[in-house]
């Protein structure tokens, strides 16, 4: 029995490792985890082997996209280095423009200033420019959303001082917008040291004090709730050097519908933070006859049994929830019913040309 009903939610940041990780996860496993999840928009990311900078690879990834997806599927532009005179080519089939400033998982990365004046001429104003800033970086963001005046959006901000430092830009008036991943609201580094490599991410799991300085933002600096669902399989988890980044799109909802529950947030603020907002900061189209049921009074925990994600695991089994998705509706046809997806595999569209 679902008690609520939500519009289809919008994750807008996704790694679905395509091309060149399809071990970790593919456009079919990693869609049908966001449509388990409630989400019926995804935003992928560009950190891909080889990265998304270049037209060949625009290319490849959008013809393997191309009915093998079961929810809508947006793409990031990456931005390195040797590539900016492409970027107005990349623009017209890709969503929006990722700039890696800090350390993270693959190569992809900018560290000198001519390559970020470049991507703030040469990317289409019309565009969003996404960001990976951490501690200080994230002031080198603001000052470039100010010196350009256009909009920045600051990806998983995880710390109190680089939340602080966004609400006092946004307090001047300045076009800038953040996300903040679950993991970061709902575990710490104490987690992170329970839970080994399955708990590392980038950024990493923060204090107690900077995740109740993120939860005093929720209702104000904060605009989306992004995954940042970054699968890698527990073999490369067990291994020597284990790469980065958790999963997230299926617990994503099940987590802030329990914050809600909690009376940390209302629900019309998790729909603002989970559907309005990024779908206004992406200029991302809104899906006809498209909705989510939920049951928003079962108690339940959290498990790996079941999980769309092909590698299977999520840093959030065994914590209890409140809340469970049990349909999807998208454009009018029902893909996902009580834990199985319904959908035909293509029912997703590339969102090109906006
Ligand atoms: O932990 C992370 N993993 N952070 C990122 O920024 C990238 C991601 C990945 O691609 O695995
Ligand atoms: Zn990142
Ligand atoms: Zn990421």
């Not at 966001?34 to 989400?39: E, M």
């Not at 019926?40 to 037209?55: D, H």
């Not at 409140?322 to 029902?334: C, D, K, S």
Request: net charge negative; glycine share 8%; charged share 20%.
């Amino acid at each position: 029995m679902s008690n609520l009903i939500l519009p289809g939610l919008v994750d807008i940041h996704t790694h679905l490792r395509v091309p060149g990780g399809e071990h970790k996860e593919d456009f079919a496993t990693g869609t049908a985890a966001a449509l388990a999840g409630g989400i019926t928009t995804v935003l992928a990311m560009p950190n891909t082997t080889p990265p998304l900078t270049t037209p060949a690879v625009l290319e490849e990834t959008l013809q393997k996209a191309q009915h093998a997806i079961y929810c809508d599927v947006g793409l990031f532009a990456g931005a390195g280095p040797e590539q900016t005179d492409l970027l107005p080519k990349l623009s017209r089939y890709t969503v929006a423009l990722k700039i890696y400033l800090n350390d993270t998982f693959g190569p992809l990365r900018v560290e000198d200033l001519p390559t970020l004046i470049a991507c703030f001429k040469t990317w289409p104003r019309s565009k969003a420019i996404a960001i990976h800033a951490e501690g200080q970086s994230v002031a080198v963001g603001i000052g470039l959303a100010a010196a350009y005046r256009r909009p920045v959006h600051f990806c998983h901000i995880s710390r109190k001082e680089e939340i602080e430092v966004i609400a006092a830009a946004k307090r001047q008036g300045l076009p800038v917008t953040c996300e903040v991943t679950p993991h970061h609201l709902f575990l710490t580094e104490a987690d992170a040291e329970r839970l080994g490599p399955l708990g590392d991410m980038r950024p990493r799991l923060a204090t107690q004090a900077d995740v109740e300085t993120l939860s005093a933002h929720i209702n104000t600096t904060i605009d989306c709730i992004a995954t940042d669902h970054a699968p890698h399989t527990l073999a490369e988890k067990d291994a020597d050097n284990p790469p980065p980044g958790v999963t997230g799109l299926e617990t994503s909802l099940p987590l802030m519908l329990t914050a809600v529950k909690e009376k940390r947030l209302t629900l019309e603020r998790l729909i603002e933070l989970m559907a309005t907002n990024p779908r206004r900061i992406f200029k991302l189209p809104l899906p006809p006859d498209t909705q989510v049921e939920v049951d928003a009074q079962t108690r339940y925990t959290l498990s790996n049994q079941g999980l769309q994600t092909k590698c299977g695991w999520s840093p959030f089994s065994g914590m209890a929830v409140t809340g469970r998705i049990r349909r999807v509706v998208l454009r009018g046809e029902e893909v996902f019913k009580d834990g199985q997806i319904t959908a035909q595999l293509g029912s997703g569209k590339v969102l090109a040309e906006n």
